[in-house]
């Protein structure tokens, strides 16, 4: 089994930053893919980054592009660096990771579009003030 815990979030003003991570731990030897996900109060859950640890594919929701960066420091340790934060960007973020082996797991692009993650992390709340 996998657990994720996120932390790093907290309040922030408009055009401030925040760096996100998420700390793995149990089985995580081979990942296929690990993602970020948001959801505001009254509004459906959103994928904001996913990567495909251990090459440099890496996918975006075009609202926070060229905003956000994913990046996995090692296979324990995921990160969402957000700048230039928006009060739009406010949201409980939410880790989620993948760990799949065959023909019937899907690309790392199509959980990200879909959802289909087999783990999730309890979120963290980012604030995000005008």
């Known amino acids: 089994q996998v657990q994720l815990v996120e932390s790093g979030g907290g309040a922030v003003q408009a055009g401030g930053s925040l760096r996100l991570s998420c700390a793995a731990s149990?089985?995580?030897?081979?990942?296929?893919?690990m993602g970020w996900f948001r959801q505001a109060p009254g509004k459906e859950r959103e994928g904001v980054a996913a990567?495909?640890?251990?090459?440099?594919?890496t996918y975006y929701a075009d609202s926070v592009k060229g905003r956000f960066t994913i990046s996995q420091e090692n296979k324990n340790t995921l990160y969402l660096q957000m700048n230039n934060l928006k009060p739009e960007d406010t949201a409980m973020y939410y880790c989620?990771?993948?760990?799949?082996?065959?023909?019937?797991?899907?690309?790392?692009?199509?959980?990200?579009?879909?959802?289909?993650?087999?783990?999730w992390g309890k979120g963290t709340q980012v604030t995000v003030s005008s």
């Open positions: 989620a990771a993948q760990y799949c082996s065959g023909a019937n797991c899907h690309s790392c692009h199509l959980s990200f579009l879909t959802g289909d993650f087999g783990y």
């Open positions: 990567i495909v640890p251990g090459d440099s594919s």
């Open positions: 149990g089985y995580t030897y081979s990942s296929h893919c």
